[in-house]
C-alpha cells in the first residue's frame, strides 16, 4: 500500500457529493428500530448514535442495540471533527443513571455501549456520575456485558480510577488520530495525555480500547507509530475506521481511504500484538463492540484467515 498521501483539501463541495460506493449505507427501517428510538424518546436520553451522525445507526438501532451517552448532550471540548454541540452543558442530571439502566433493562440487551462528552468545567469530570451509571445498569442488567467509551478526564488518576473500581467489561478512549494532527483534530485534547489515561486503566486491570480515524491527511507511517503506540501502553482492541465530515463547519475529509488500505492496517495490527483489530471504512467504535469483550476472539479469528489462506496457496 502506498504511503497516505498529505494533500491539500479538496473543495468541499465536491467532497460531500462523492462519496465512494462503500460508503454508502441504508437508511434506518423496521420495528426494532422505532421500538429503540421509542425507548430513547420515552426515557430522555441522548445517544451518539444520533448526536454523532453514526453510519451504521441502522443497522445497530435495527439490531436492537444503541450506544447512549450520558451527561447530556453539550461538550465542553470543540473537537473539530465531532458533530456534538459544544457549548455551556446543562446542570447534571443525577436521575440519568438510572433511566439509562431502565432502558438498557427494557432493551433487553445483552451488551450496552455509554459514552458521554466532556464535562471540563466539574471538578470530578462526570466521573461520578459515570461510577453511578455502571453500577446502575450492572445492579439492573446482571447478565449484560458493558463497554464504557470514556473521556480522558484531563489525566487525573483519581477520576479515571472511578472507572475502573466500577468494572466495566471494556474501557475504551479514543486516540482518535495521530500525534502530528491532535492539537487540528482535538484541539483541547493531547495525544500522550491520552495514551496516559489508557495506561492508568490498564494498569488497573481493564480490558483497553482505542480508536483511529483516517482521512485527515495522516501517513502510513504515523497510523502504524500511533498503533504501536497504544499497543504499548497496553491496549487490547483498536478500531480504525474512515472520518466522515459532519458538517460544513468541521474538518474536510482530506481523502476516502479504500477498503484494502484498511485490511492492510488490519494485518499490520495484529502483527504488532494486539488483541482484537476492527479496521474498515464504516467502522466505529461502538461498531460489533460486543465481540471486543472476550480476550483472544479477535486474534485466534486472524490466525485461522491466515491458515486458510495459506492452506490455498498450497
Not at 465536491?14 to 434506518?28: D, I, Q
Amino acid at each position: 500500500m502506498q504511503e497516505l498521501p498529505v494533500i491539500s483539501s479538496p473543495d468541499l463541495s465536491e467532497n460531500r457529493t462523492k462519496k465512494p460506493s462503500w460508503l454508502r449505507v441504508k437508511l434506518p427501517i423496521g420495528e426494532n428500530f422505532k421500538q429503540v428510538r421509542n425507548l430513547v424518546d420515552q426515557h430522555q436520553l441522548h445517544t451518539i448514535c444520533e448526536s454523532g451522525n453514526c453510519p451504521n445507526m441502522g443497522e445497530c438501532w435495527g439490531a436492537g442495540t444503541a450506544t447512549f451517552m450520558i451527561l447530556g448532550n453539550i461538550c465542553t471540548r470543540s473537537c473539530g471533527f465531532c458533530a456534538v454541540a459544544t457549548g455551556r452543558p446543562l446542570p447534571v442530571d443525577w436521575d440519568e443513571p438510572q433511566r439509562v439502566a431502565e432502558a438498557i433493562h427494557l432493551m433487553k440487551v445483552k451488551h450496552a455501549v455509554i459514552t458521554s462528552v466532556d464535562r471540563d468545567e466539574i471538578k470530578d469530570g462526570g466521573s461520578i456520575i459515570w461510577q453511578n451509571t455502571i453500577r446502575a445498569v450492572k445492579s439492573l442488567n446482571p447478565d449484560t456485558t458493558l463497554e464504557t467509551l470514556i473521556p480522558d478526564f484531563k489525566g487525573e488518576a483519581e477520576n479515571i480510577n472511578r472507572i475502573v473500581a466500577s468494572a466495566p467489561e471494556v474501557v475504551s478512549h479514543n486516540i482518535e488520530t495521530v500525534e502530528r494532527l491532535t492539537k487540528q483534530v482535538r484541539i483541547q485534547a493531547r495525544y500522550w495525555r491520552s495514551m496516559q489515561t489508557l495506561r492508568i486503566l490498564k494498569e488497573g486491570g481493564m480490558r483497553t480500547k482505542s480508536g483511529i480515524m483516517l482521512g485527515l491527511g495522516e501517513t502510513k507511517e504515523e497510523v502504524i507509530q500511533t498503533m504501536k503506540d497504544l499497543a504499548g501502553n497496553g491496549v487490547d482492541v483498536v478500531t480504525i475506521g474512515q472520518y466522515l465530515q459532519p458538517t460544513k463547519k468541521h474538518l474536510p475529509v482530506v481523502r476516502f481511504v479504500h477498503p484494502d488500505e484498511f485490511a492492510e492496517f488490519r494485518e499490520i495490527g495484529y502483527g504488532l500484538g494486539l488483541d482484537y483489530v476492527e479496521s474498515g471504512p464504516l467502522v466505529r467504535s461502538s461498531y460489533h463492540s460486543e465481540k471486543h469483550v472476550f480476550p483472544g476472539f479477535g486474534r485466534n479469528l486472524w490466525l485461522q484467515e491466515k491458515a486458510t489462506k495459506e492452506n490455498a496457496l498450497q
